[in-house]
């Protein structure tokens, strides 16, 4: 071989590193930003990925992810959305707080949302079927399912005079869900306790409160500090001996009582959808608001046995599902 032509080959293949990097370099780039952990999200960023595996976007091959995790302190929000802008991201991935936080610092970026509850009324969009702007998103029947929950979970321990609430300060819709879980309990006749906790750290009193108020029961609110704490909550529900109810099976399958709601890991895989189609070229305001209207009821015999309690057979014939 010709030292001209050896040379080049060289220098070919010295480049060879920097032109994979920068054909990463140049892939857009999904910010997902969230308030809660890693390790809480996982099985929804799994179905995030699936969702965007639907579109033909394959993270690390035509698309990169950058993570921002506010770890339960949602003050950090504003900060990590801005963040994530300066490192121009092509779309923001977030639930309803994180969503507000990127919201706040563009209007041009798009952002897409999974929110457990009425958009509108939370300042997400103005409209559900045509958004515009630069946000779009999917909702579930969850946050307005308070009333409901707690219905559910009257029927469990129906001689119960009093529960107990629990919902984070620091959530956008508190004061929704306080509202609304308040005024069902008065419609059951039920003395209720309102609960706050807007860290980990603050679940443990939060349940001996409870228990030492004698509540007959938990319903713990949405949130997606709750979201990504599942296992402990329901650990601390069964160490109290409280029957307790949350949004998604994962809670009664961690342990607890029982679960009312819509699947977060499909809401998830929606969002990856539309994440998809926007990163090919769709206008987020063009795109409605999706429902995921799917509800279960999920009820763990184990721990109703434990806990001395008979499933009731209206619940029995409504139930899911039935973890034993």
Partial sequence: MRRREFIMLLGGAAGWPFVAYAQRAALPVIGFLNGGTPEGYAEMVAAFHRGLRETGIVVGENARIEYRWAGGDYDRLPALAAELIRRNVAVIVGNSTPA?????????????????GDPVELGLVERMNRPGGNVTGVTSLAAELGPKRLQLLHEFVPGAAMMAVLINPKSRNADIQSREIEAAAATLGLQLHVLHASSEGDFEMALATAD??????????????????VNQLAALALRHRMPAIYQYREFAAAGALTSYGGSITDQYRLVGVYTGRILKGEKPGDLPVQQATKLELIINLTTAKMLGLAVPPTLHALANEMIE
């Fill in 212 to 229: 030492r108020l004698g509540a007959g029961g938990l319903v713990i609110s949405a949130d997606p500090l709750f979201n990504a704490s």
């Fill in 100 to 116: 507000l936080a990127a919201m706040a610092a563009t209007a041009t970026v798009p952002i897409v949302f999974s929110a457990p």
